[in-house]
């Protein structure tokens, strides 16, 4: 790969829209990490393994990470490393791995500063209605991946994703993560990929991991059943997801957030292959109908 030819410098030529439909077999693209950079060791472990993956399975990958979590059930739960320290891992695996990068905000302010380290800006599910941050996300040129709200219906994210186009910004996608189902688990509506994808008019991905959560149990710990992330994956492809996303960690028993939730890394492959199957046959499929 020539100086001219890396994936970042067709991000940055063509958009992350178009590098997100490059599979060369009409892939699914794939967004994936930690739930939270702990250290630049995990975080390079984690891309070295998913870039490896997903080369081979030709499926355009995004690396994901976050740099702070603000959305913690309990005060003493693990926030960061610190902002600047967290970024800058996300930068370095960005650049030595030739792999774009997502992160999530969760206040405008916080818009530009992330921007100058990734590719993707995403605002987390319980705030996809807040008006000025998806403005500032748009405004930062960057693509921004929205979260559905748990409280929202599929169709209500048009108002989500129409703020960020009227500020400027054609660059948008939609991630379901599921939806409140009584007070402590969630369910998956399938019917909401088509619908999003029809009236949104633009990429809808499949979160199969944070939508197996139980969150914010008796003690303050999200639960979650991770057992049942082939499942949720194998539908939303089944349905017509364009992309996965989904959190993994070498050990998420030790991991200091979401790893109630969370594919094992060494896991990733077995699963990539049977999606990439699946993604196959629902292609063939619709080329013979």
């Known amino acids: 790969m020539t100086t001219t030819d890396t994936v970042l410098s067709r991000v940055a030529a063509e ?3 178009s590098y997100l439909s490059t599979s060369k077999t009409g892939n699914f693209f794939l967004l994936a990490g930690p739930c939270a950079i702990e250290s630049e060791d995990m975080a390079l472990q ?6 490896e993956v997903t080369a081979r399975l030709d499926i355009p990958l995004v ?17 960061g490393i610190g902002d ?77 994703v129409e703020k960020v186009r009227m500020s400027g910004n054609d660059q948008v996608s939609i991630t379901d993560r599921g939806t409140m189902f009584g007070y402590q688990d969630l369910l998956v509506d399938f019917r909401g990929i088509p619908l999003m994808k029809h009236e949104c008019n633009c990429p809808v ?36 997801a364009d992309g996965i996303f989904m959190e993994t960690h070498p050990d998420p028993s ?25 993604r196959m046959a629902v292609l063939e499929n619709n080329n013979t109908k």
């Open 84 to 160: 600047e320290k967290a970024l800058r891992i996300l930068a370095r695996v960005r650049e030595e791995f030739d792999v774009p990068v997502v992160t999530d905000i969760h206040e405008a302010h916080e818009a530009a500063m992330a921007a100058q380290y990734v590719d993707v800006l995403q605002i987390p599910a319980f705030l996809c209605r807040q008006t000025n941050l998806l403005v500032a996300a748009a405004k930062t040129g960057k693509m921004v991946n929205i979260k559905k709200g748990q409280f929202l219906s599929p169709s209500s994210m048009t108002h989500a």
């Open 15 to 17: 958009g992350m829209t």
């Open 254 to 278: 030790v991991a200091k957030s979401d790893g109630a939730n969370m594919l094992k890394l060494d896991r990733v492959e077995a699963l990539l292959q049977r999606l990439t199957r699946l």
């Open 46 to 51: 984690c891309a070295a393994v998913l870039k």
């Open 63 to 79: 690396f994901k990470g976050s740099y702070r979590k603000a959305n913690r059930s309990r005060l003493d739960s693990f926030t």
């Open 205 to 240: 991905i499949m979160d199969i991991t944070h939508s197996l959560q139980q969150p914010n149990q008796s003690s303050g710990v999200t639960g979650g059943r991770p057992a049942l992330i082939d499942t949720v994956a194998s539908a939303a492809i089944a349905v017509g």
